[in-house]
């Protein structure tokens, strides 16, 4: 702030943009002291008020803001923005990041400070003059908070947890295999080998095994002419493939439909399965087990940076082999269980914020929009008295 001069006959204002954590906004002592200064000093024409998590990974739940301001007067007016958490989510995070789309309602209401849902103005004299609190909720959607039906929220929550203890004790029910039979791969998968030169006015579709059994994703698009290699192969939609280097770290899994006709090099290898023995989705899910990446660890020779899985001990790799109609069941009750799972999470989520909504709906947002001013008391406060 101090940096900012005041504009001379012949200068322009100095302004700025600074990101602060909420508690710069409403905390007490040296907080209320910038604060004040700020008003008096400096114009403080916007605050956008960032969702939680926007700092992830390394303020997961800090609450942010940014203050726009300048040295050309002091604070009259203050316009709020409350940005909202990316697809419709509580809050940020390394995953689920602010992205630039995410801050276009901001700038189409930034000319003019136009008011919105999502954004409000402050007059300077509704500020405590000695607290000069800056941390605001948005009035537009306060009231609406309260709006939410508890009583229906724990009914919901609890029919969704019955149907999942209905569905886990259906689990109980033949989980294991007693009569599974070791099979190897090679009676199971037939090794393709589809040759593919590749012309150079052509495009071909490349693709790419994730690690840790995470699929098979399309790597990008290139004309012949840019790939050094011209021998390579083909793949199928539901054939498996796998790299030779790195199938010990899990790089393995079914070629998805939009990727059919991609080509591979000789460091990748496909494989058609014999459906008359065994289901796509029985391998698929054995194949997810860290076992499996064991075993093809132990399957592959060569120096340590370079080892490569070897054909024949690949395919000598047994995995318990049962009938058809038992692969079935075991599919049909993993999914039963991820839908468990699924449930869980949903309800969990669901009654999250529940913990906060009794308190807010017991005194009631009216009040505390109303009294927000006498529940804060800084030190200053305690002197004036």
Known sequence: MRKLRKPGESEQAGRAAVVVPDGTLSGSGIAAAIRRELLKDFNLYAVVQLPPGTFSPYAETARTNILFFDSASSTDTIWYYQVLPPNGRKQCSKNNPLSEEDFRPVKDCWLGKKESPHSWFVSKS??????????????????????????????????????????????????????????PLGELLRRSQRTCVLDDSKEYKQLTIQYHYRGVKLRGTLKGAQISTKRQFSVSAGQMVLSRIDARYGALGFVPTELAGAVITGDFWAFDVNTAEVLPAYLDLFFGLPIFATLCERASRGTTRRQRLEPDLFTSIAIPWIPLDQQQIIIDKVGIAAGVAKLLEDVSKEVRGLPMELVNQSFGFAWIEENIERMYISGADHVAK
């Open 126 to 183: 509704e500020l405590d003059p000695i607290a000069c609190e800056l941390l605001r909720r948005n009035p537009k959607i306060a009231a609406s908070t309260s709006d939410i039906n508890i009583e229906t929220v724990v009914k919901r929550a609890a029919q969704t947890v019955q149907r999942a203890l209905s569905n886990l004790l259906e689990l109980e029910k033949s989980l294991l295999i007693d009569d599974a039979t070791p099979r």
